[in-house]
């Protein structure tokens, strides 16, 4: 299937009968990703089907973040500050139920993956943190290349040294 990206706020955009089986999800998509885009607090892209009616199939939304050092793993602590380290926070990605297994939560985290490639030609960021909803979604990021932060058994973490590497 052939996916259109574009932002929550394109008026192709319905949301309404979004359902990845996780109620906290659907309602951040229907109730909360507008006003959060509005506010600068983090956008949200959509994947809609190109021959659909505007129905979401998938979403992520991201924002920034900080890391501190301390929450990374000891061989990846070497030369880095000790202050609070800029990363993207990936805060939701969620397919709908419908939609599961056809590789678009992939094609969701490498759309994710290429804005924060761009975001890194202007910006210092780090790499890209999550947190996985429970151990299943963890175990979808870590295919990618994600790893665990320190004390906190759901935080993924993957450096943009990777992502370059891998996705460039
Ligand atoms: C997790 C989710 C985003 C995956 O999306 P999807 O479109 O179904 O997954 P894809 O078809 O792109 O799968 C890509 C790969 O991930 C694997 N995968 C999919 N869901 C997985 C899960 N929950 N745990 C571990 N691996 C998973 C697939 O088997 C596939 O691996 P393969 O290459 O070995 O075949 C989707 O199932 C979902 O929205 N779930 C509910 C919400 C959720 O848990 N979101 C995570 C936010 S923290």
Redesign the pocket.
């Known amino acids: 299937m052939e996916w259109i990206f574009c932002s929550i706020d394109d008026i192709r955009v319905i949301r309404d009968n979004f359902d990845?089986?996780?109620p906290e999800?659907n309602e951040y998509l229907k109730k909360y990703a507008r006003q959060n885009q509005r506010k600068g607090i983090a956008k949200t892209w959509v994947a809609i089907p190109q021959d659909g009616d505007g129905q979401v199939a998938?979403y992520y939304a991201i924002g920034m973040a900080e890391l501190e050092r301390e929450s990374l793993p000891e061989n990846y602590k070497k030369g880095l500050p000790r202050y609070p380290l800029p990363v993207m926070r990936?805060g939701?990605?969620?397919?709908?139920?419908s939609?599961?297994?056809?590789?678009?939560?992939?094609?969701?985290?490498i759309d994710a993956f290429n804005r924060v490639i761009r975001l890194s030609e202007d910006i210092g960021v780090l790499g890209v943190i999550?947190?996985?909803?429970?151990e299943?979604?963890?175990?979808?990021?870590?295919?990618y290349g994600f790893i665990p932060l320190e004390g906190d058994e759901l935080a993924l973490f993957i450096p943009i040294t990777r992502i370059l590497e891998a996705f460039r």
């Open positions: 990845c089986g996780v999800l998938g990936i939701k990605l969620a397919v709908n139920q939609m599961q297994g056809r590789r678009l939560g992939e094609t969701l985290l999550v947190d996985a909803l429970n299943q979604a963890k175990g979808f990021y870590l295919q």
